[in-house]
């Protein structure tokens, strides 16, 4: 299974941005989705959860300000990113809890996609 993120850049302070996460290759099940993000000389940290029955969480440090989503049918997620501030600045990187038909489960990352805030 592969992931690829898509969606990053630079925005101002207050702006907003859209990411996006396409699964593709052999997949079986995909479980839950999520976006993770790691900034410079930290740790990488949860963002946000999607599970497959629609179940969503987010870090409380994002919480009224981003949303996530899935299209099942494409396989994808997405993160919308509104009110943006200097400190969500990061790497973010999206992941697959994906169950084979033999009942291997496997977590997928995709490569990750720079978001930076600043004036």
């Known amino acids: 299974v592969l992931l690829v993120e898509s969606g990053g850049g630079l925005v101002q302070p207050g702006g907003s941005l859209r990411l996006s996460c396409a699964a593709s290759?052999?997949?079986?099940?995909?479980?839950?989705m999520a976006w993770y993000r790691q900034a410079p000389g930290k740790e990488r940290e949860l963002v946000a959860t999607?599970?497959?029955?629609?179940?969503?969480n987010y870090a409380d440090a994002v919480k009224g300000r981003f949303t996530i989503s899935r299209d099942y049918a494409k396989n994808m997620v997405y993160l919308q990113m509104n009110s943006l501030k200097p400190e969500d600045t990061a790497v973010y990187y999206c992941?697959?809890?994906?169950?084979?038909?033999?009942?291997?489960?496997?977590?997928?990352w995709g490569q990750g996609t720079q978001v930076t805030v600043s004036s």
């Open positions: 992941n697959a809890d994906h169950t084979k038909w033999t009942g291997t489960r496997t977590l997928y």
């Open positions: 999607a599970s497959s029955g629609g179940r969503l």
């Open positions: 290759g052999s997949i079986f099940t995909i479980n839950a």
